[in-house]
């Protein structure tokens, strides 16, 4: 993976009808089609919560609620070096990070796989900082910010960021039950 710049071509992008209104047409739901890789980046760059999936080295998953910061085409989030997740990636770098609703007929889920590397270029590291200070405002730029000083904490090394390229990326819409599964491929 590049330290800076785009880290990914535009993926190749499927419809999976399996799993789409394609299959099971419902009112609304003739023209379901897959869902654009533009369209998946922006909900990325707009979501706020994120949950990393990562394995335990006896093979049980571990599931953590993170923020996370979409830059460049790479998905960037961080935890201390003391945690689970941390000693998990350090073994086993595959992982997933999951964003979307809860709602069963209104949404849109993301989930990016991909490979977890440590980010230790300060220049890049600057960049992701300024990513999450751009989504998140000021629960990291104001001193009451929930999140104020993680900037520091990544500069110091306190925690650990990664960055995750996706490897392949799923998209499941809902609108109003007409449902979509998009696939991409990088």
């Known amino acids: 993976m590049p330290e800076h710049g785009p880290a990914q071509q535009q993926p190749t992008t499927e419809l999976d009808p399996r799993y789409s209104s394609a299959l099971n047409p419902r009112p609304g739901a003739s023209g379901v089609t897959a869902t654009e890789w533009d369209e998946a980046q922006r909900r990325l760059g707009?979501?706020?919560?994120?949950?990393?999936?990562?394995?335990?080295p006896d093979g049980r998953l571990h599931v953590t609620p993170v923020i996370a910061a979409w830059h460049d085409g790479v998905l960037y989030f961080s935890t201390g070096r003391q945690e689970q997740k941390a000693k998990n990636l350090e073994r086993d770098a595959h992982c997933a990070l999951t964003t979307g609703a809860n709602s069963l007929t209104e949404g849109f889920?993301?989930?990016?796989?991909?490979?977890?590397?440590?980010?230790?270029?300060?220049?890049?590291?600057?960049?992701?900082?300024?990513?999450?200070?751009?989504?998140?405002?000021?629960?990291?730029?104001?001193?009451?910010?929930?999140?104020?000083?993680?900037?520091?904490?990544?500069?110091?090394?306190?925690?650990?960021?990664?960055?995750?390229?996706?490897?392949?990326?799923?998209?499941?819409?809902?609108?109003?039950?007409?449902?979509?599964?998009?696939?991409?491929?990088?």
């Open 46 to 56: 707009a979501a706020e919560i994120f949950w990393v999936s990562t394995v335990r």
């Open 109 to 186: 889920d993301l989930v990016v796989e991909g490979r977890a590397r440590p980010v230790a270029d300060p220049a890049l590291l600057e960049e992701v900082i300024a990513a999450y200070e751009e989504q998140y405002g000021p629960h990291i730029t104001s001193p009451e910010g929930t999140f104020h000083g993680i900037g520091d904490a990544f500069r110091k090394g306190d925690d650990i960021v990664y960055a995750v390229a996706p490897d392949t990326a799923y998209g499941f819409g809902r609108d109003n039950g007409v449902y979509s599964h998009t696939r991409w491929s990088f």
